[in-house]
């Protein structure tokens, strides 16, 4: 991905299998944001071929790719501040909807019958991710770790096969980074695949299937955890030169 004469992102290779969860982790400017605006849409390559599913998928737009099934969260958290926690959800449980203008327009007894369904699923979603008892408060009065949790459910309300998630555990606290922890666990026990984006190395560590490491736009390093760990480009690169650096 080149901007003007930025390289972005370089050569950049990976897989992601079915029912895992791949962290992505680097340098602040190392491109990971970019690769996820390239996966959902955001923008197209300047070079290259997405696929999903087998299918090639770059030059979808973004509503388009999350039909097929790939939804995401955002590093600077993007909610409907003014709606209500419950329509949050519902909005994103409306891509999956199907009605006609006039229907909609006229309220139905169809188009009734859907949106109490769709109410229904979101208050599921809700108690999923812990936020049931705040389904008729405004999105802008939670605190951080609930909007967080709440734009995960909003993701989910697309009924994805692959999550991705930027940055879930930035600004929490030790407790809500465990909840959000536990959730991402709690997401791939559903059999929903999470692409996961975070600097919170115990996270990461603690919850990656795999993990691929990126650098001034490059992949530098994939692989376990292990082997991540111990890899002396991510040392000197991103985890610290020392243990003391990485502790």
Known sequence: MAFGGLMALINIHFNVKEGMVKAII???????????????????????VVRFMGRPIQKLKAHEIAELGISRTFQTIELFGNMTVLENVMVGCHTRARSSFIASGLQL????????????????????????????????????????????????ATEPTLLCLDEPAAGLNETETEKASSLINAIKEKGITVLLVEHDM???????????????????????????????????????????DRA
Not at 128 to 146: I, M, R, Y
């Open 202 to 244: 115990k996270v990461v560590m603690n919850i990656s299937d795999e993990i691929m490491v990126l650098n001034y736009g490059e992949k530098i390093a994939e692989g376990l955890s292990e082997e991540i760990q111990n890899n002396p480009k991510v040392i000197e690169a991103y985890l610290g030169s020392s243990e003391e």
């Open 26 to 48: 680097g340098p602040n400017g190392a491109g990971k944001t970019t690769l996820f605006n390239i996966i959902t849409g955001t923008f197209p390559p300047t070079e290259g």
């Open 109 to 156: 007894p169809h188009v009734k019958h859907k949106e109490e369904q769709i109410r229904a699923k979101a208050m599921e979603i809700l108690k999923f991710v812990g936020l049931a008892e705040k389904f008729s408060e405004s999105a802008d009065s939670l605190p951080l770790g609930e909007r967080k949790m709440l734009e995960i459910g909003r993701a989910l």
